[in-house]
C-alpha cells in the first residue's frame, strides 16, 4: 500500500531481553525518528508502551511528494543493552487507491454528446436586455420598476401629507428675505396685531370732561375765537366710528398697550404668533432632492406621459417565469469565453478546465479499463502480437463514440484472444520475489546464499530441458531500466530449470527508481544475432531506499 500527506500512522513494535528473548520494557521508554527518503524529520513521534515488552509509534506525516520512501526508526535499550531498528516503512503517494476509487466512481457515466447539444438563443437575449435598459439612478435609489412596483408610491404620499405642517413650522426668525409673502406677514404681525390699540374709547361725558377741565388756552395758529357754548361735540359712539373707520396706519408708540387678543384682534381676523407654524423647509428640501432624482431615474419630465415607457417595460418583460430545467440549462451553457473576473466562480473553473481537461473522461476511463483487460489477456498468453495496434485502434476512436459500438469492438476481439493458446512456460518465484513477479529489494543490501538469504532465486518449467539454459553458450541476464545482471547460477532440476542471481552491495546501489520494469531473457551464442535473444518472462522490480546511519 501507500500513504500521503498529513496521514496517521501507527504501527506496534516489541522489546525483548538480549539474552533470554523473553518481552521486557526498555530502560527507558524508546525514542522514534521519522525518515523522509533517508533524512531524519521533524515531525513527532510519540511512542507509548502498552503492556510488557510492546509499544506503540504513533506520527502524522509531512507534505510529502509521489515516490518518495517514509520510515520509523526506534531506538531503545534493554537490559543496558541499546538497539536500533526500522519498524516500519512505505512509499508515499499524492493519493491513495481508495481516493481514485471515490473520485471515478463520481464521473458521469452518460456524457452529453454533440448531437444533443440546442445552443442558447443569444439574439434573443439581447434583445431582451436592450429592451430593459439600465436605470439612470442619478442620486436616488428609487429606479422606475420600483416605482411599477408601488403604484400608490405611499411613500411619497405621506411626504407630501406633511408640506402643509413643515410649511406652518417655519421658523419666524428665517423670513426676512424682503419682498417676499413670508417677510410681508411677519411685518404685519409685528406692527399691527402686536402694537396693540389703548383699551376702551373713552366715553362722551370723558371725553367732555376732559376737555372743559383743561387749563384755558389760546388757540392763535387759528385766527378765530373758539366758542365754549358749542355743543356740536362728538359723541363715544361718533369717535369710536371714527377710530375704526380709519385707514391702516403704523402705531409707533405702543407703551401702555398689553397686545392681547382681545384688546387687538378688533374685526380684520389677523393671525396671532401662537397659531403660525413655520414650514418643513429641510424636509421640502429633501422632497425637492428626491423628485429630481425620480426625473433622471425615468428619463422623462415631472408630469410627463409614462404610458409609452411603461408599456416597453411590460412588453420585454416574459408572460411567465422560465423553469427551473430551463434556467440549469442556461446556466450549464453559458460560454466559458465572458467569464474572466478574477475570483469569480466562473473564471475559476474556466481556469481549473484549461490545466486539468476532464472532457472525455468517463469514456476514457471505460476504454483504459477494456483495453487493459484484453493486453492484460494477451499478455497472459504470450502470443506475437503487436499489442500496439490495438491500443491504437481503441484511443483512436471519436470520444463520442456509442458505448455499444465499443462494447461490441471489445467483444470481437476478446474472442480472438479466448482462442489464443497460454504460454507453456509456468515460472515459480522465491522470496525476495513474490508469485506475480515482482521483486522486492532493498537499495544497498547484498543478497549472497548465506545468512539466511538465498539470492534471487526462481524455478522455471522446461521437464524436457529444451531451453538449454545451463549451456556454455547460454548467458541468463535479469534486465531493468538502471540495471543488467548475469545470473550467479543456472541449475537443472527435475522440473525444469533454477536460476539465481546474488547481487552486490555496489550493484543494488544503482537501484534509485521506486518501482521500474524487468525482464529475464536467455542468449544463445551459437544462434546469429538477432534471433539469438529470448524472453522467459518480466515483472517488476520495486525497490527500498536505504536509511541512513545516525550518529
Known amino acids: 500500500m501507500s500513504v500521503k500527506s498529513q496521514a496517521a500512522v501507527t504501527v506496534e513494535f516489541t522489546t525483548a531481553n538480549p539474552t533470554t528473548g523473553a518481552a521486557q520494557n526498555g530502560d527507558a521508554l524508546p525514542t522514534g525518528i521519522l525518515y523522509v527518503d533517508g533524512v531524519a524529520n521533524a515531525a513527532a513521534v510519540t511512542v507509548t508502551n502498552i503492556t510488557t515488552g510492546v ?3 504513533a506520527v502524522t506525516l509531512p507534505a510529502l511528494t509521489a515516490g518518495q520512501m517514509v520510515g520509523i526508526r526506534i531506538s531503545c535499550a534493554v537490559a543496558t543493552v541499546t ?19 471515490t473520485a471515478i466512481a463520481a464521473i458521469p457515466t452518460t456524457p452529453l454528446l454533440a448531437a444533443n447539444y440546442t445552443a442558447p438563443a443569444n439574439a434573443d437575449i439581447t434583445t431582451i436586455k436592450n429592451a430593459v435598459g439600465t436605470p439612470v439612478n442619478t442620486g436616488g435609489t428609487a429606479t422606475l420598476a ?10 411619497l404620499v405621506a411626504r407630501m401629507s406633511a408640506v402643509p405642517a413643515a410649511v406652518w413650522a417655519i421658523a419666524t426668525s428665517t423670513l426676512t428675505a424682503t419682498g417676499t409673502v413670508g417677510k410681508r406677514l411677519i411685518d404685519f404681525v409685528t406692527t399691527l396685531v402686536y402694537a396693540a390699540p389703548p383699551g376702551a374709547a373713552p366715553s362722551a361725558s370723558d371725553n367732555a370732561s376732559a376737555v372743559w377741565s ?15 357754548n358749542d355743543a356740536a361735540v362728538p359723541s363715544a359712539a361718533d369717535n369710536a366710528s371714527a377710530v375704526w373707520g380709519a385707514t391702516t396706519r ?11 387678543a382681545t384688546n387687538m384682534r378688533g374685526t380684520d381676523d389677523a393671525m396671532l404668533a401662537a397659531s403660525y407654524v413655520a414650514p418643513d423647509n429641510a424636509d421640502i ?16 419630465p415631472v408630469g410627463a406621459d409614462l404610458s409609452a415607457d411603461i408599456a416597453a417595460v411590460k412588453g420585454a418583460i416574459p408572460a411567465a417565469a422560465p423553469a427551473a430545467s430551463d434556467i440549469a440549462d442556461a446556466v450549464w451553457d453559458e460560454a466559458v469565453s465572458g467569464h474572466t473576473g478574477t475570483g469569480k466562480t466562473g473564471k475559476a473553473l474556466v481556469d481549473a478546465a484549461a490545466v486539468n481537461d476532464i472532457s472525455g473522461l468517463a469514456t476514457t476511463v471505460q476504454e483504459t479499463a477494456n483495453t487493459k483487460a484484453i493486453t492484460d489477456a494477451i499478455a497472459a498468453a504470450k502470443p506475437t502480437i503487436d499489442l500496439s495496434s490495438v491500443t491504437d485502434a481503441i484511443a483512436a476512436l ?18 480472438v484472444t479466448d482462442s489464443i493458446e497460454s504460454s ?34 526462481v524455478d522455471i518449467d522446461d521437464a524436457t530441458h529444451a531451453m538449454d539454459l545451463d549451456a556454455q553458450t547460454t548467458t541468463v541476464r535479469l534486465k531493468a531500466a538502471q540495471v543488467t545482471w548475469v545470473a550467479s547460477s543456472v541449475t537443472s532440476t527435475t522440473a525444469g530449470w533454477r536460476v539465481r542471481w546474488t547481487p552486490t552491495v555496489a550493484e543494488t546501489k544503482t537501484l534509485t527508481v521506486s518501482r521500474q520494469s524487468y525482464e529475464v531473457e536467455a542468449e544463445y551464442a551459437e544462434t546469429p544475432a538477432p534471433d539469438n535473444v529470448s524472453t522467459i518472462f518480466a515483472g517488476t522490480i520495486v525497490t527500498t531506499h536505504d536509511i541512513p546511519a545516525v550518529s
Do not use: C
Open 83 to 101: 538497539g536500533t531498528a526500522v519498524v516500519w516503512q512505505d512509499a508515499a503517494d499524492t493519493s491513495l487507491p481508495s481516493d481514485n476509487a
Open 214 to 228: 383743561a387749563a384755558t388756552r389760546t388757540l392763535s395758529a387759528f385766527g378765530f375765537t373758539v366758542n365754549t
Open 146 to 155: 420600483a416605482i411599477l412596483g408601488d403604484p400608490a408610491n405611499s411613500s
Open 285 to 300: 428640501g429633501t422632497i425637492l432632492t428626491n423628485l429630481n432624482d425620480l426625473v433622471g431615474d425615468i428619463g422623462e
Open 398 to 415: 471519436p470520444d463520442d463514440t456509442d458505448v455499444a459500438a465499443v462494447e461490441a469492438l471489445l467483444a470481437a476481439i476478446k474472442a
Open 250 to 260: 403704523s402705531l409707533t408708540d405702543k407703551t401702555g398697550f398689553s397686545g392681547t
Open 424 to 457: 507453456p512456460i509456468n515460472v515459480t518465484f522465491t522470496t525476495p520475489v513474490t508469485q506475480t513477479g515482482t521483486i522486492n529489494l532493498n537499495a544497498g543490501d547484498s543478497y549472497p546464499v548465506k545468512h539466511g538469504r538465498i539470492g534471487i532465486t
Open 55 to 57: 509499544y506503540r509509534a
